[in-house]
């Protein structure tokens, strides 16, 4: 195709709100969750943007705003409001543009909507066209979004990240932009051939560390080198909210219309005849089985991950209910086996911590002020043996997720060390554990028999400090056993909850919808 390069520079607006929001947890998200950038704070988040990449002289970069939240409850409707209606401003007083790069997460829920991404981008859609032209419309997305119709229709192009853990999650936002930016030189507005596979998984069963996911993945650049194909994605969707467009989902955008819906289609078909072979990317076990293994085992450190309650999923991160069943082991409670279980939150508990001091006996009522559901407060008198104040790092995880530092505190219980948060926040690298040189709190997981974390999958700095890990199946608001968190709004019939829906039959209608 003949290039139709303009003879300014594009103009290209970057923005967009992100955050996973599980409809089971009673934690509420409000605009003060999230880490909110503008102007040249917001452009210096990407490395495409700077001066020097190769795109300077082709693009003028628009910042708009940028809205990122650590995963957790649904938001609330006003503060969603407050968030949309600026992002809508900032593209409407940006003038005429030529595209926008809409870097989102894609599984935000909002009180009183059933479908959050598709209500924004209705509203930027229009904001965009205002002015008389129709930008082109690129969204860079977390694979464990949704893709409802009502959501991809205005969309131009859409691409996702294809490592979970998503160690590609920057790679995904410069796809997008490159893409934006060949098309709108080439001249062209490709064709999008979407397809809903009525699937449903947690993530810890759809981790590209193991088959079917891997190669389902890996398949993708496959696909997307065949002329006449611009990029391929896939979602597996966001298991913990209870909303009918919750289902994996497929998109190949390209030129050529026909090509990128029969892809689409194969994939989908792929990705339903592997329903049954995704399996938890770890052992698992309850909460008591996984304590007891660990305890046993020679393998130090012994990583368990408390799942149900991890606030990187969307729970509430103040569940004691792990707290509870650790001090229930006489090796624990007497320190032959030491213990460290980080990052449940109770500003109460953390603001005594701090009014006691290091070296104080406290006792404390801990966790279950959000989510009480699953035994409430725990009981717990320990010796304070570590305190750090919040410091301002605003930008700390791969991905961009938000954490502008919380005041914690460490307490000590014979050989367990609990590490209370003012506010929520994960612990995924030993610097999350150690804070600062200077005032950090100074707990190194790396000494302690067992570490027992709020998550899911181990992040990569866990996966390689882990002897050896157990994924415990905790209850809380993202329970990996979907089937007893009570869904009814999603709908069905869907896998694994209609397990046999299309026992007899040719499965699924898994045909292309053309974009």
């Known amino acids: ?9 594009l103009r290209i607006g970057i923005g967009g709100i992100g955050i996973e929001s599980s409809t089971f947890c009673p934690h509420r998200s409000t605009t ?18 700077r001066p020097d990449s190769d795109l300077a002289d082709v693009v003028e970069w628009v910042p708009l705003l940028h809205a990122t939240s650590l995963p957790g409850g649904p938001v609330e409707a006003e503060s969603y409001l407050v968030l949309k209606d600026e992002l809508v401003t900032c593209i409407r007083e940006a003038g005429p543009l030529d595209g926008m790069v809409y870097d989102i997460h894609g599984a935000m829920s909002v009180i009183g909507l059933t479908d959050a991404e598709g209500d924004l981008t209705d509203a930027v859609r229009a904001a965009l066209d205002a002015h008389g032209t129709r930008p082109l419309l690129s969204a860079a997305m977390d694979l464990h979004g949704n893709v409802s119709r009502r959501f991809a229709d205005p969309c131009d192009l859409l691409t996702a990240h294809r490592l979970a853990p998503h160690e590609d999650a920057w790679d995904t936002r410069e796809r997008a932009a490159r893409n934006l930016v060949r098309c709108l030189r080439e001249g062209t507005r490709p064709h999008r051939a979407w397809v809903q596979v009525p699937v449903l998984l947690p993530g810890e069963k759809t981790s590209t560390r193991l088959e079917p996911a891997k190669s389902l993945y890996a398949s993708l650049a496959d696909i997307e080198r065949k002329d006449g194909i611009l990029d391929a994605a896939m979602w597996v969707g966001y298991a913990w909210a209870d909303e009918p467009r919750c289902k994996a989902a497929i998109v190949v955008t390209g030129d050529d219309a026909r090509l990128a819906a029969g892809e689409a289609e194969q994939l989908a078909r792929r990705f339903w005849d592997a329903r049954r072979d995704f399996v938890f990317v770890g052992p698992t076990g309850s909460a008591e089985e996984c304590i007891e ?3 046993a085992s020679d393998k130090r450190p012994f990583l368990i991950s408390d799942s149900g309650d991890n606030p990187t999923a969307g729970g509430a991160g103040d569940l004691a209910y792990m707290l509870g069943k650790l001090l229930a082991d006489d090796a624990i409670r007497t320190g032959r086996v030491t213990a460290v279980h980080p990052g449940i939150t109770d500003p109460v508990a953390v603001a005594r911590c701090f009014e006691a001091g290091v070296g104080a006996e406290v006792t404390l009522s801990v ?29 700390r995880a791969e991905g961009g997720a938000y954490d502008r530092g919380v005041d914690m505190a460490a307490v000590r219980v014979g050989g367990l060390t609990v590490v209370l948060v003012e506010r929520r926040k994960p612990f995924h690298t030993l610097a999350d554990f150690m804070g600062p040189a200077e005032g950090g709190l100074g707990v190194d997981p790396r000494t302690y028999d067992l570490v027992v974390v709020k998550i ?3 992040e990569p700095e866990l996966h390689d400090m882990a002897a050896d ?47």
Not at 1 to 9: D, F, L, Q, Y
Not at 479 to 508: I, K, S, T
């Open 367 to 395: 966790g279950g002020k959000v989510d009480a559901g699953h035994g409430g407060p725990y009981e717990l008198t320990g010796t304070v043996t570590a305190l750090q104040r919040a410091t301002e790092q605003k930008d």
């Open 456 to 458: 899911g999958y181990l």
């Open 293 to 295: 293994k660990a305890v």
């Open 1 to 9: 195709m003949t290039s139709t390069v303009p003879a300014r520079r």
């Open 469 to 515: 890990w157990l994924l415990a199946l905790t209850p809380g608001g993202v329970d990996q056993d979907l089937l007893r968190l009570g869904h009814h709004r999603v709908e069905r019939p869907l896998y694994p909850f209609d397990d046999d829906a299309y026992a007899h039959g040719p499965g699924p209608d898994l045909t292309a919808t053309l974009l």
């Open 32 to 49: 003060d969750d999230f880490r909110q950038t503008r102007g040249q704070e917001l452009l210096d988040r990407y490395t495409w943007t």
